[in-house]
Nanobody, 123 residues
């Protein structure tokens, strides 16, 4: 069973950048497909990006395509989300998630979740 801890959130002005990290432990990280999701107040948790076990395939939500980049370092057991050109509508709690199957875009399809990190983008 894998445990996930996100970090790197914070307050940033519109147009700025942040890099989120997700440290994994307790399992073989390279066996898991990974994803990033976000949840804004009063809204459902939504898919942001996913990456296959070896980083060879990535999937993005249309709302972040071209601005966000998901990546992973299996040697460091860490998942990343580089977020550029941030907009106020990107404000949310960001969660990383893991599943034994890659390329999942539905929150219900992931078995393991971190506690989340807050990202706030001011206008």
């Amino acid at each position: 069973q894998v445990q996930l801890v996100e970090s790197g959130g914070g307050l940033v002005q519109a147009g700025g950048s942040l890099r989120l990290s997700c440290a994994a432990s307790g399992g073989t990280f390279s066996r898991y497909g990974m994803g990033w999701f976000r949840q804004a107040p009063g809204k459902e948790r939504e898919f942001v990006a996913a990456i296959s076990w070896n980083g060879g395939r990535t999937i993005y939500a249309d709302s972040v395509k071209g601005r966000f980049t998901i990546s992973r370092d299996n040697a460091k057991n860490t998942l990343y989300l580089q977020m550029n050109s941030l907009k106020p509508e990107d404000t949310a709690v960001y969660y990383c998630a893991a599943d034994r199957v890659s390329d999942r875009t539905g929150a219900y399809e992931y078995n393991y979740w971190g506690q989340g990190t807050q990202v706030t983008v001011s206008s």
